[in-house]
């Protein structure tokens, strides 16, 4: 099973996506939750690699409100990365913002490429996090910073039977480890200034508001880009991921570090 019948990142879930989340956006929050993830960091004229970019609205709020240089959106879904390539036309922002296709994996760039690297609801789906890190740690210049929000759990015990059914549910590859793992391998990896921060009472209400809005004002809409069967389906899917975040396994999550 999955949101929709075409599976993750087709057309349908794009809509879908951007009736309930924004524009831009393949996850929750906005550009005021881009604001939490980089709130106290000082981005103007950085070079950022948000790595798993989807659609761009991140980049694009990075670069008109934060003033970043340059943001370089890498991502292995060909039709998101066309969707986000096609909004920074629309944005007057392709000179700043630019995307590309990419197969998951080591990163292709030179080491001490970027300032800052960014990632937001991307890493749970990459299983080895240390190699990721490292990587990171690799192509950031000196000094640069990792800013990552991403779907963790309460810790790094085999999932509940809840939480292996919602991840059935969702039909993805939703491989999250704690915050307090990340912290460990920030550690390891040779990042300092550490900085973790939990989301999952912030994202319990936001999740409870969507689902509240996907059965009343935002209903006809998602019927629209769904349909009937996939519209009931997907408010399962809503009802599933609330229960995961009120038993407190689903924990959303902050961090930040520097490269020593
Ligand atoms: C939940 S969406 C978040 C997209 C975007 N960061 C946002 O917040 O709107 C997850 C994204 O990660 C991408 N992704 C999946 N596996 C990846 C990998 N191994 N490397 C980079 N991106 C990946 C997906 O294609 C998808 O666009």
């Not at 550009?31 to 694009?60: H, M, Q, R, W, Y």
Request: aromatic residues 6%; negative net charge.
């Amino acid at each position: 099973m999955s949101l929709t019948d075409e599976g993750h990142y087709g057309p349908k879930q794009l809509n879908l996506l951007e009736v309930v989340w924004g524009e831009g956006f393949l996850s929750p929050g906005g550009t005021d939750e881009i604001d939490e993830i980089v709130k106290n960091t000082n981005l103007e004229d950085k070079s950022i690699l948000d790595i798993g970019c989807g659609c761009g609205g991140a980049a694009f709020h990075l670069i008109k409100k934060h003033r970043a240089k340059s943001v370089q959106g890498i991502d292995p879904e060909p039709l998101v990365i066309k969707t986000a390539q096609q909004l920074a036309k629309k944005n007057n922002l392709a000179d700043k913002a630019t995307f590309k296709c990419v197969e998951p994996g080591p990163l292709q760039y030179n080491q001490e490429t970027f300032d800052v690297i960014f990632s937001k609801e991307v890493f749970l789906h990459i299983p080895d996090k240390e190699a990721l890190l490292k990587d990171v740690h690799r192509v950031l210049k000196p000094g640069g910073l990792i800013i990552v929000s991403d779907w963790m759990r309460i810790d790094d015990n085999p999932p509940s039977k809840q939480m292996q059914d919602y991840i059935a549910a969702e039909g993805l590859d939703m491989l999250m480890c704690s915050l307090k793992k990340y912290k460990e391998l920030l550690e390891l990896t040779n990042f300092n200034n550490i900085e973790i921060r939990d989301r999952n009472e912030w994202y319990l209400q936001k999740a409870k508001k969507e689902l509240k809005e996907i059965e009343g004002q935002l209903y006809q809409k998602v019927v629209d880009v769904l349909g009937i069967e996939e519209t009931i389906g997907a408010i399962e899917i809503w009802k599933k991921l609330i229960g995961v975040l009120e038993i407190g396994e689903h924990r959303p999550g902050h961090f930040k570090a520097k490269k020593i």
